[in-house]
């Protein structure tokens, strides 16, 4: 099992940068896939970025693709999500989810989420 807790959210001006952290505790966490999903209000969660445990390959949502970057320190345990060139339809509440080993783009491929992070961005 993995505990997962995001941070680095806040308040950006439209056209600015945010760096997201989701550290992880628990056995073997290192060998976990990461996902970033995000939730804005009445919307459905939605994927946005993953990085495979092993490879590091990563895969990006189509809507933040060229903006954002995801990448981990396995030694830190902490998985990073790099948001540039904000919009404000980046605005939502964003978690991190980890399943051990395999994860995909879909919510229900991870079996272990955080409590989330907020991030509004002003136009």
């Known amino acids: 099992q993995v505990q997962l807790v995001e941070s680095g959210g806040g308040l950006v001006q439209a056209g600015g940068s945010l760096r997201l952290s989701c550290a992880a505790s628990g056995r073997a966490s290192s060998q976990y896939t990461v996902g970033w999903f995000r939730q804005a209000p009445g919307k459905e969660r939605e994927f946005v970025a993953r990085i495979f445990w092993s490879t590091y390959d990563t895969y990006y949502g189509d809507s933040v693709k060229g903006r954002f970057t995801i990448s981990r320190d396995n030694a830190k345990n902490t998985v990073y999500l790099q948001m540039t060139s904000l919009k404000p339809d980046d605005t939502a509440v964003y978690y991190c989810?980890?399943?051990?080993?395999?994860?995909?783009?879909?919510?229900?491929?991870?079996?272990?989420w955080g409590q989330g992070t907020q991030v509004t961005v002003s136009s």
């Open positions: 989810a980890a399943n051990f080993r395999a994860g995909g783009v879909s919510r229900s491929s991870y079996a272990y």
